[in-house]
């Protein structure tokens, strides 16, 4: 091969940064996140299937039914009513932000924007 | 075209037939490990066998002032001649596509007037691209690295800077599949742009349209269990891949088109990303006169045969045959001396001015 001094450590350096997250996690897959489940209550809003795609989408609308149309009807999860809201929808169930939608956030670098404007209940100032 | 596209259409039936059947752990695991290596290995072996073909002797293409005289201003990014002025031409080539900047187009106008433009388009496009899919490659380092480094997530924030929707909407993704767009509607809009475009040509563009397409439906339209699919990614980046949940067909789908676009990236034009480092055309210096470059299949046995060696060999034919030489043939005292010895010492030191005349009679007598 002619070259060789240029070529050998480019091909080790194009090795090197395709493999990347192989030798960064050198085995170690890291933990996985585990939400913890609110107590008192089985059920969520939706299946946790659905719950777990698209939760995002639900506060999407949300968002968009309660400030756009002034559509603030509660809705009822087994017999007991919460408001569309952040705040005093879900987090009246899922009660610690930390141990529930940041484990999942931070495991795949999700940063709503959110929490910009909207306070976590026990969040002092 | 038709083919390239019925070949793209064929790899989403049958990942998605094959995530219908339960196919998962072949198409999320099996064919991505296969093509990554296929991909690797493909990768080596075409620059190796790019570096053992022998380049004679230097062939930048130039276009401005070669190096010269002193006062005369050489052009040092168009036409290097040296080490570091051919890496400065190169990091431009690599980082902002010089030479597609430098694009020109003709057209004839009445007259007929042939014209020639600047044509920045397929630089502006193909730069927009190659970033945008630059940035969308590191933002998928998400779910290969746990946990997450900080600058993963300052690309994330910055792509999704105006907040529109929820999942934020990236621009990057807008900017991508636009400029896909683009760069398929020049092949089939211009006409002597379509003229030479094969299916080599639209495959990769469908391909990579199809990549595109399928990730924004998996982010924004269907949405997926992104935790679940971490798992896999992880389980795949540290040798123990799982998968754990329903991930759903659109995964399968875009992970297969992935694994399609690594195993044929080696064997097809796609490898001008290790091309361009590899290019003769770019990546010589212009240094002909210079340094002396040998011909490396030359055979070290053949010596270097100058001409004045030539002449000096063949001389005596070429006086014969009349041919000009630049060094005549020694005057000729040699045939002499053979007959009689003896009074050829006698009679050179003698008489160096009428040697010729007497030298030559004892010659022709014999």
Redesign the interface.
């Known amino acids: 091969?002619?070259?060789?001094k240029y070529?050998i450590p480019?091909?080790i350096v194009?090795?090197a940064l395709?493999?990347?997250?192989?030798w960064?996690?050198?085995?170690?897959?890291?933990?996985?996140?585990k939400p913890e489940k609110p107590v008192g209550v089985t059920k969520c809003i939706d299946s946790v299937?659905y719950m777990?795609?698209?939760h995002?989408?639900v506060?999407?609308d949300w968002r968009d039914e309660v400030l756009r149309e002034g559509d603030r009807v509660p809705i009822e999860v087994n017999g007991v009513k919460y408001d569309k809201s952040l705040m005093n929808g879900c987090l009246k169930c899922h009660a610690d932000k930390k141990k529930f939608c940041d484990e999942?956030h931070?495991?795949?670098?999700?940063?709503?924007?959110c929490w910009d404007c909207h306070f976590v209940p026990k969040e002092t100032f | 075209m038709k083919h390239a596209f019925l070949a793209v259409i064929a790899l989403i039936a049958i990942s998605w037939i094959g995530s219908l059947v339960g196919l998962d752990y072949v198409f999320g695991v099996v064919f991505p490990y296969l093509a990554f290596a296929i991909?690797?290995g493909g990768?080596?072996y075409r620059?190796?066998n790019w570096?053992?073909?022998?380049?004679p002797f230097r062939i930048p293409t130039t276009s401005g002032q070669g190096k010269s005289l002193d006062w005369v201003r050489q052009d040092k990014l168009d036409c290097p001649a040296t080490f570091w002025q051919v890496v400065g031409r190169m990091l431009l080539e690599v980082f902002v596509f010089r030479s597609l900047f430098k694009n020109t187009k003709a057209e004839i106008h009445d007259g007929p007037k042939l014209v020639y433009g600047s044509s920045k388009w397929l630089w502006l496009f193909g730069l927009a691209f190659h970033y945008s899919f630059l940035l969308i490659i590191l933002r998928h380092?998400?779910?290969?690295?746990?946990?997450?480094p900080a600058f993963?997530?300052q690309i994330?924030?910055f792509d999704g800077l105006f907040?529109v929707?929820?999942?934020?909407l990236y621009q990057t993704d807008l900017v991508f599949v636009g400029a896909v767009t683009f760069l398929f509607l020049r092949r089939v809009l211009i006409p002597q742009v379509k003229y030479i475009s094969f299916a080599a040509d639209y495959f990769p563009l469908f391909l990579i349209f199809a990549i595109g397409a399928t990730g924004i439906l998996m982010r924004y339209f269907f949405?997926?269990?992104?935790?679940?699919i971490?798992?896999l990614t992880?389980?795949i980046?540290?040798?123990?891949p799982a998968i754990s949940g329903?991930i759903?067909s659109i995964f399968y789908i875009h992970i297969f088109l992935v694994s399609a676009l690594l195993a044929y990236f080696p064997f097809s034009k796609l490898m001008h990303l290790?091309g361009v480092?590899?290019s003769p055309t770019r990546n010589l210096a212009n240094n002909n006169r210079m340094v002396r470059h040998v011909n490396?299949w030359n055979d070290p046995n053949i010596k270097p045969h100058s001409y004045a060696d030539y002449e000096d060999e063949f001389r005596e034919f070429m006086v014969d045959t009349v041919l000009p030489v630049e060094k005549e043939l020694p005057p000729e005292p040699e045939p002499e001396p053979e007959p009689e010895p003896e009074a050829a010492e006698t009679e050179k030191p003698a008489e160096p001015a009428a040697e010729e005349a007497p030298a030559e009679t004892p010659a022709e007598k014999e």
């Open positions: 091969m002619y070259d060789a070529i480019g091909l194009f090795v395709m493999t990347f997250p192989i960064k996690n050198m085995g170690n897959a890291g933990p996985v996140p299937k777990r795609t698209s995002m989408k506060l999407d999942c931070v495991y795949t670098s999700v940063k709503p924007y | 991909f690797l990768f080596i620059i190796v570096g053992k073909s022998p380049v380092l998400r779910l290969f690295l746990n946990p997450v993963i997530g994330e924030f907040q929707g929820v999942p934020v949405r997926v269990d992104v935790v679940a971490k798992q992880m389980g980046a540290t040798f123990s329903d759903g290790g480092f590899m490396p």
